[in-house]
């Protein structure tokens, strides 16, 4: 009897560690940028936030990147060449210049312009705000050295 009882005790002590569980977001798998391991970068991952336009980060498998939202409807990374010309439009937020590219009727990538290294940041705009996430990760990506600003 108390050998029944010290088993259903456990199975209802481990049922919440395993709903719980069950419940975490798969981690996102985002390519490096090409320069992923640049000091500054590190200065941007360490300094994101928790969250971004309401939705909770989430782990990823590559240095230098961060994801957002469950499915990911923001993501990060941060490495790439330094951009210093440009025929994309330019826009200031966060404190950060970034060229926009739309890449179809809900999403964009945002790259920072004249910081080295570049960070690129990809929005679902269905479900999360541009203006807000970039407003969220300008800190962060202020901390990448700035070598131009956007003309106009």
Do not use: H
């Amino acid at each position: 009897m108390m050998k029944n009882l010290r088993k259903i005790v456990a199975q209802l002590v481990a049922l919440p560690l395993i709903v719980a569980l069950a419940g975490c977001a798969s981690t996102v798998s985002i390519e490096a940028a090409p320069l992923a391991n640049d000091p500054a970068c590190a200065n941007v991952i360490v300094r994101l936030p928790d969250t971004s336009d309401t939705q909770a980060k989430r782990s990823t498998d590559s240095q230098s990147t961060a994801a957002w939202g469950n499915p990911a409807v923001v993501t990060l990374r941060c490495g790439l060449p330094v951009i210093k010309v440009s025929t994309l439009p330019c826009i200031k937020a966060g404190g950060i210049d970034w060229l926009v590219n739309k890449i179809d009727g809900k999403t964009y990538s945002f790259t920072s312009f004249g910081r080295t290294p570049a960070t690129e940041v990809w929005v679902d705009s269905t479900k999360a705000s541009a203006a807000t996430v970039l407003d969220d990760l300008g800190g962060p990506v202020g901390y990448t050295p700035q070598s131009a600003k956007c003309l106009g």
